[in-house]
C-alpha cells in the first residue's frame, strides 16, 4: 500500500516560516510529479505548488516568492518551505503524487494532511 505522510504543519505569527515535509513509500518516487494542495474553512481544495519528475516547478500566483517546493529523490520527500506568511495562508495542507499511465489514466495519490495555521 502506497504510503504519502505530510508533516511540519502548526502554528505560526504572521511574516513567520514553516517547512512542511512529504514522504511517499511503495513508489517509485522519481518518476512522479509532487504537489502540495491546500484547503481553508469553506473553500474549495487549492494547488499551491508543483515540481515534475524534472525538477520543473509552478505556484500559483499568491505564493510566488514567498513559497519554495523542492525534492529529494534519494530521500522520497518534498518540501514546501513557506515564507512570509499570511492569514490566508491558513488551511489543511496536502501532498499529492501523480504519475500519468501510458494509455491515459494516473497513479494518483494524496496524504492525510497537515494544518498550518497563521495567527498573531
Known amino acids: 500500500q502506497v504510503l504519502v505522510v505530510e508533516s511540519g504543519g502548526g502554528l505560526v505569527q504572521p511574516g513567520g516560516s514553516l517547512r512542511l515535509s512529504c514522504a511517499a513509500s511503495?513508489?517509485?518516487?522519481?518518476?512522479?510529479?509532487m504537489g502540495w494542495y491546500r484547503q481553508a474553512p469553506g473553500k474549495q481544495r487549492e494547488l499551491v505548488a508543483t515540481?515534475?519528475?524534472?525538477?520543473?516547478?509552478n505556484y500559483i500566483d499568491s505564493v510566488k516568492g514567498r513559497f519554495t517546493i523542492s525534492r529529494v529523490n534519494a530521500n522520497n520527500t518534498v518540501y514546501l518551505r513557506m515564507n512570509s506568511l499570511k492569514p490566508e495562508d491558513t488551511a489543511v495542507y496536502y501532498c499529492n503524487a501523480r504519475r500519468e499511465r501510458v494509455g491515459g489514466g494516473a497513479w494518483n495519490y494524496w496524504g492525510q494532511g497537515t494544518q498550518v495555521t497563521v495567527s498573531s
Open positions: 515540481i515534475t519528475d524534472a525538477g520543473s516547478t
Open positions: 511503495r513508489i517509485t518516487f522519481s518518476l512522479y510529479t
